[in-house]
């Protein structure tokens, strides 16, 4: 069975630092991996997707690596503005059409103005 | 991208209620929606994927016959909490798919009293 940790759980910062949030998925056997932003009380806003066969996604001040032979990926988040401030959940594509997500419970991020 | 919608956003009922969920896609067709339930503080977790005009598929632990799911058509989905119970009260997402990528709805926030 699946399952995704994320770390830290809880991260603040001040603006304008640059941060790193990390994905671990303990099958390594992956169709996709996507990140993605829940503010609160709201749905999922896709943020990156990164196939199996990729190594990293970029957006904007937004880069997603994935080493898919160690389960993990790390979200990359350069000059964080206060708005960013959200949780970051991860999310692990396996099974037959990548359709069955597994997720992370997410990072709660904070950037101090 | 694609929206989709979630009707209500939030639904405050009785113990022993049956509360009602809909899920829309608005401008695509989605033969295959999702629903996933979030707890405070923890991850997204897949409840049911609902295939268009056949019966739902539950995940093991989800009873079947008190997460009744519906999906007459190609753009809605509906996900029926019969005689719910405090131990209800969550966060219900519901998601659906083109070629691309799952797309999230807002959420519904059921609590029930």
């Known amino acids: 069975k699946q399952e995704v940790t994320q770390i830290p759980a809880a991260l603040s910062v001040p603006e304008g630092e640059n941060l790193v949030l990390n994905c671990s998925f303990t099958d390594s056997a992956i169709y996709n991996l996507q990140w993605f932003r829940q503010d609160p009380g709201k749905g999922l806003t896709s943020l990156l997707l990164?196939?199996?066969?990729?190594r990293e996604q970029t957006s904007g001040r937004l880069n997603a690596s994935l080493d898919k032979s160690s389960g993990r990926s790390t979200l990359y988040i350069a000059a964080s503005q206060p708005g960013d401030s959200a949780t970051y959940l991860c999310?692990?594509?396996?099974?037959?059409?990548?359709?069955?997500?597994?997720f992370g419970k997410g990072t709660k991020l904070s950037v101090i103005p | 991208g694609a929206v989709v919608s979630q009707h209500p956003s939030r639904v405050i009922c009785k113990s022993g209620t049956s509360v009602k969920i809909e899920c829309r896609s608005l401008?695509?067709?989605?033969?295959?929606m999702f629903w996933y339930r979030q707890f405070p503080k923890q991850s997204l977790m897949l409840m049911a994927t609902s295939n268009e005009g056949s019966k739902a598929t539950y995940e093991q632990g989800v009873e079947k016959d008190k997460f009744l799911i519906n999906h007459a058509s190609l753009t809605l989905s509906t996900l029926t909490v019969t005689s719910a119970h405090p131990e209800d009260s969550s966060f219900y997402i519901c998601?659906?798919?083109?070629?691309?990528?799952?797309?999230f709805g807002p959420g519904t926030r059921l609590l029930v009293l």
């Open positions: 990164i196939q199996s066969s990729q």
């Open positions: 998601s659906s798919r083109d070629n691309a990528a799952q797309y």
């Open positions: 401008d695509f067709q989605a033969t295959t």
């Open positions: 999310a692990v594509g396996s099974g037959a059409g990548s359709y069955q997500l597994t």
